[in-house]
């Protein structure tokens, strides 16, 4: 009965969509939405997806972009995980002028898919530091269907919960991947050409730079947009509500301080190696 519902609501959306596509020809011009690159937002988890996909939604108030309105692509309606190659059919299958985002590992067929001509893709990368700490919050007191929800309400302190999301876990029905190799998966679109990576950060405290960044990069694929540069930052400004997305807590950058005690740092420095360095975050790795 329940996956029906979801499956009622895909159709639903899907009529939505087709109806938007409409709503963007009459607008833009059958030739226009056909030129426009597909557009795919990727994040880690807790990493910045909210804020990626809505800046990247904005691009549907100034030119030829389509909002579906689906989940992430690697989730179903329900927010069950999809496989793989029910991922990159969802990929495969999004229309010219489609905006979306996901948890999209840098990896094949994946790669080849999203740097293809037709695809703008936008990579979102955070301070691990601040993700780790903005995991535990969430698995702990927001999301009481996460994977490691029992576990992190078994822990007693803030401290033994930071040591797992960092560490990693291997308990059965609560299995992790330790900071660094989660963040593995992903650092290599930052080496992929074709692909824009942006910083979390820079979005929150260099919003406006940032966004003329991701314009400049939509521009390159021979988009035209139907206002002045600044009308199309303060647009996309408009959107940017992450009150609005239901898995927001704070997304301060350097919350961590906070909350990282001498020996959250210390397993952290153990576990993540040079990856602070790696994204830029520090000078050094051991000193901070």
């Known amino acids: 009965m329940i996956k029906t519902y979801y499956r009622v609501k895909r159709l639903l959306k899907k009529g939505r969509v087709l109806f938007r596509r409409w709503l963007a020809v009459r607008?833009?011009?059958?030739?226009?939405?056909?030129?426009?690159?597909?557009?795919?937002?990727?994040?880690?988890?807790?990493?910045?997806s909210h804020f990626i996909h809505?800046?990247?939604s904005g691009l549907a108030e100034i030119g030829p972009f389509i909002k579906p309105g689906f989940p992430p692509v690697n989730r179903f309606e329900d927010n069950s995980p999809l496989t793989e190659e029910e991922i990159l059919v969802g990929i495969n299958k999004m229309g010219t002028g489609e905006i979306r985002y996901g948890y999209i590992p840098c990896v094949e067929?994946?790669?080849?898919?999203?740097?293809k001509p037709d695809r703008a893709t936008v990579f979102i990368y955070r301070d691990p530091r601040d993700l780790v700490v903005s995991h535990v919050f969430y698995a702990t007191d927001m999301y009481l269907d996460h994977?490691?929800?029992?576990?992190?309400?078994?822990?007693?302190s803030m401290e033994d919960r930071l040591n797992v999301a960092i560490e990693g876990s291997s308990i059965k029905g609560y299995e992790l991947g330790n900071v660094r190799n989660r963040y593995l998966h992903q650092i290599?679109?930052?080496?992929?050409?074709?692909?824009?990576?942006?910083?979390?950060?820079?979005?929150i405290l260099n919003r406006e730079k940032t966004i003329e960044k991701i314009l400049d990069y939509i521009e390159s694929f021979d988009v035209e947009f139907s206002c002045t540069r600044p009308e199309a930052i303060e647009a996309i400004k408009k959107t940017i509500q992450p009150k609005k997305a239901g898995t927001?807590?704070?997304g301060q950058p350097g919350n961590w301080r906070e909350h990282f005690t001498p020996e959250n740092k210390s397993r952290f420095k153990n576990v993540a190696g040079d990856l602070l360095t790696k994204l830029g975050y520090e000078e050094n790795d051991l000193e901070w």
């Open 147 to 156: 994977g490691m929800h029992g576990l992190y309400q078994q822990l007693d």
């Open 109 to 115: 067929p994946f790669l080849s898919s999203l740097t």
């Open 188 to 203: 290599k679109w930052l080496e992929t050409p074709q692909v824009l990576s942006i910083r979390f950060e820079d979005l």
């Open 248 to 250: 927001f807590r704070k």
């Open 54 to 56: 809505q800046t990247l």
């Open 27 to 48: 607008r833009w011009g059958r030739s226009a939405l056909q030129k426009s690159p597909k557009v795919m937002g990727i994040a880690l988890p807790k990493g910045g």
